[in-house]
């Protein structure tokens, strides 16, 4: 695969961490594609009758349903100007300005629990914190698995990407344009060196 620089924005992290809000945020920011890889999930599941959960449990033992996801990333590669919040996008697109939203555990499922509460979401379970505790660990545990057997790959591993923010105490806005800002740095550097970075709330972007 070709190192050189893409206008291309790939964001990961595990779920509640504002993937696909700070996604949407930044591509308003740049005047970019947003790229859902979780609404083609969903899409797939819906389309063989399957809940999420039914189809990352039968992707444990069809690699099938995670390839075909995978190919349509890594042909978006030789796109431009895409944000796409994914959970490998980070690797079939190595050459995106890569980007992992970190955030602690307890806040997640707080995040989640407050979404279902407040914006009417779907939950793929019952709705109670303790439910949605077991459903973030089975998730994430599933997808280390699937992705470790298939490519050799923990994408909750900070070290693949070029910039990580831990998004606990700031919305997705703050954190857009925090990642716009060191996206435009990448660009115009020749040697990037990763960045780790906490966005303290009740800075100039808040």
Do not use: C
């Not at 459903?135 to 599933?142: D, E």
């Amino acid at each position: 695969m070709s190192t050189s620089k893409k206008h291309i924005i790939t964001i990961a992290g595990k779920p509640g961490s504002g993937k696909s809000s700070t996604a949407q945020e930044i591509a308003k920011l740049l005047g970019y594609k947003h790229v859902s890889a979780g609404k083609m999930v969903r899409k797939i599941a819906q389309e063989n009758g399957m809940t999420l959960e039914e189809f990352n449990a039968r992707a444990l033992e069809d690699s099938k349903l995670d390839q075909k996801i995978d190919r349509y990333l890594e042909r978006l590669g030789s796109k431009s100007d895409l944000v796409i919040d994914s959970r490998l996008g980070f690797h079939w697109i190595p050459q995106s300005f890569r980007v992992y939203l970190e955030l602690d555990s307890d806040i997640a499922i707080a995040r989640i629990f407050r979404d279902i509460e407040t914006e009417g979401r779907v939950p793929e379970h019952s709705g109670s914190l303790d439910e949605i505790w077991e459903h973030v660990q089975a998730r994430t545990q599933n997808e280390r698995t699937r992705f470790k057997k298939l490519y050799n790959i923990d994408p909750f591993q900070s070290t693949h990407y070029d910039l990580v923010i831990h998004t606990e105490r700031n919305n997705p806005m703050t954190v857009a344009l925090w990642v716009h800002d060191r996206y435009q740095e990448w660009l115009k550097t020749d040697r990037w060196r990763p960045v780790t970075e906490k966005v303290e709330a009740g800075n100039a972007y808040s």
